[in-house]
């Protein structure tokens, strides 16, 4: 396998949502790597309580994209204009299918979960 490439340079070829959102299809099942549901994306934390797990999802989606792991705390720089970069997820889990998961900004993250994958889609076709 080639180098990976930072988030930075994987963005610095400017993709558009549309590319980024390409391979997604939704009629495949969610994938758990053989947990359930409830117990992929929760991890119980030295205080007792439970905390989610985001790992697994960024590391499939970061090697298919052949990018590293996109890191909140590192904002990217697009067209500009400084963004967080996160892993996003089309379906309303949050699985390992890497037909459900893009590499995306926070506010597309954001956007996702308030309006639905398929409506910010549509509305922001060519958008960032």
């Not at 590391?59 to 052949?66: L, P, R």
């Amino acid at each position: 396998m080639s180098k990976l490439l930072t988030t930075q340079e994987y963005f610095n070829k400017k993709p558009t949502r549309e590319e980024r959102t390409a391979h997604i299809n939704l009629n495949e099942p969610c994938e758990y790597m053989g947990f359930l549901a409830e117990e992929f994306m929760t991890h119980p934390t030295k205080t007792g309580g439970t905390d989610r797990e985001t790992r697994i999802p960024r590391a499939v989606s970061a090697w298919e994209k052949g990018h590293e792991l996109p890191n909140i705390k590192r904002p990217v720089i697009i067209n500009g204009v400084k963004h967080k970069v996160e892993t996003n997820h089309a379906c309303k889990g949050e699985c390992t299918n890497p037909a459900h998961i893009y590499t995306g900004t926070k506010r597309e993250n954001d956007d996702d979960r308030m309006y639905g994958f398929s409506k910010t889609t549509r509305k922001n076709k060519n958008a960032l």
